[in-house]
Structure formats: C-alpha cells, structure tokens
C-alpha cells in the first residue's frame, strides 16, 4: 500500500532538492516509524526512504544530465535486411504500439520485480486514485493556510 501518491522531480539546486527530501520523506518517514512503535508495530518507513534515496542518488546522473542517441545503424541495417530477415528480426518500432507496451512493461515489473500478485491490481488503482486526491486536498488547505499566514504576517 502507498502511503503518498506516487510522484517527484529532480531539483535543479542541490540545496532545495535535500530540503525537499527532508521535509517531504524523512521527517514523514520518521514521525511514521515513530506512531508505528509506539502501536507496537514494526517500524519500516525509515529503511525504505533510505533505499529510495539510495536509488535516486544512483541513478541521479543520468536523469539530471541531456543524452542524445543515434539510432542511425540500426536503421541502416533494417533497410539491407531481406524481407524474410526483417520478419525474422524484427526489431522495427515504428508498429509498435507504446501504450499497450508500456501497460505489459508495468504489469510485468508488478509481477515479477515485486512479486505482487496481479488480482490486486484494480484495489490498488483505487489505492492510488484516493492517494491522489488526499494529497490533492492536503496542498489545498497548506495553500489557504499559508495564504493566512502570509497575509497575516504582511497585511
């Protein structure tokens, strides 16, 4: 179960990228741990923020930096391949339908990456679709009260 809606962006200062880290998933993270060992229960939420941060940092260089890539080979060898070859081999992407490859491709990280059972899949949209909203709302009353507080500190 997500306790957030799923989300994020890369910061382009270092400063308030680690500012949003803290606020956004350690602090939640530890006042989480902190409600489920006072219940008695297992606290988990700290270890998988730092796994998260982890495999942020880890892949921080590629999504921050621009890539440009040719494909310039590969469409020189699919137009001297033979037509039998070309079914054979067929690694021609323009009929390939990315919406419906996209939708196995998550299925499939669902199923086999994380083991989880794909009967849930509908519960956990609905999951995620409250998640939305919640979030939704919650920026909305932090948007009225820091309006309040802005106007009343300034006005």
């Not at 440009?68 to 021609?92: A, Q």
Request: charged letters at 25%.
């Amino acid at each position: 179960n997500v306790v957030r809606y799923p989300g994020g962006s890369y910061k382009e200062s270092a400063i308030l990228h680690k500012i949003c880290q803290v606020t956004l998933h350690s602090l939640p993270a530890y006042l989480m741990d902190t409600m489920a060992y006072m219940m008695g229960k297992k606290p988990v939420m700290i270890r998988v923020v730092e796994k998260m941060h982890k495999a942020q940092k880890a892949i921080e260089y590629f999504a921050t930096n621009e890539w440009k890539w040719s494909n310039d080979n590969v469409e020189k060898l699919n137009k001297e391949l033979t037509e039998v070859d070309r079914r054979t081999f067929n690694f021609d992407l323009s009929d390939l339908n990315w919406p419906d490859f996209i939708a196995v491709y998550v299925k499939g990280t669902r199923q086999f990456v994380f083991k989880e059972d794909l009967s849930t899949l509908d519960e956990a949209r609905k999951h995620t679709d409250k998640m939305f909203w919640v979030e939704k709302c919650l920026q909305i009353v932090f948007f009225i009260v820091f309006g309040q507080l802005f106007t009343w500190l300034f006005c």
